[in-house]
């Protein structure tokens, strides 16, 4: 729980100052005066896991999927591009890039998605591109305000990362959609753990 700080029941999104002074907030600066990030301690928290699923007898090491929402999703494409074990990812309602960002002059993502440095050595689409040849599920990509995007800019966003795909033969490994539905996740979320990590 140490990088899950519950953060008051009555902040909104619409509240600024419980955005920028509640507990998420005051961990992400706790975080850079160590000189860590929200993000990658998370990271770690899922490669941790990782770890003990690969230990288990019970566990086929060779199918492990991660799967993320939101902030989550992040966290997912940044344990899969650090670890060849996760042989699929799927991210759902997640930031499109750090571009998207910077692009905008208001932004409605919490500042542990971030850190220093980030965009100037890196975007997400990178992170997806590390990913590759194995399984990637992009699913409903929000832009800085958490507005969701139709597939079509997502793609144009993430071309780097289907270039690298594409020169694998694996171009089908990686799925962008928009506008998907609670019934087309979920019915792609069993599709790709009955695959194990193969195509969707």
Do not use: C, W
């Not at 953060?7 to 998420?24: G, L, N, W, Y």
């Not at 699913?139 to 079509?152: C, I, K, M, P, T």
């Amino acid at each position: 729980g140490e990088t899950d700080p519950e953060a008051p029941r009555s902040s909104k999104p619409t509240d600024f100052k419980k955005f920028v002074h509640d507990s998420e907030s005051g961990f992400f600066y706790d975080s850079m005066r160590v000189g860590k990030t929200v993000l990658g301690m998370r990271t770690r928290d899922v490669l941790g896991a990782v770890d003990y699923l690969a230990m288990r007898p019970e566990v086929d090491a060779s199918r492990i999927t991660t799967i993320g929402h939101g902030m989550g999703g992040l966290v997912v494409l940044y344990a899969a591009a650090f670890d060849g074990r996760i042989r699929s990812v799927a991210a759902t309602g997640t930031l499109v890039s750090y571009s998207a960002i910077a692009g905008s002059e208001i932004y409605t993502h919490r500042f542990g998605s971030f850190g220093p440095g980030f965009l100037r050595d890196f975007d997400l689409p990178d992170l997806a591109a590390l990913i590759a040849p194995r399984t990637l599920l992009l699913q409903n990509s929000v832009d800085g305000q958490h507005r969701v995007l139709a597939a079509e800019p997502v793609q144009q966003t993430y071309r780097s990362a289907a270039e690298k795909y594409e020169a694998a033969g694996q171009r089908d490994r990686l799925r962008i959609t928009g506008g998907a539905t609670a019934a087309s996740i979920a019915r792609r979320y069993a599709e790709m753990l009955a695959e194990g990590g193969g195509r969707l």
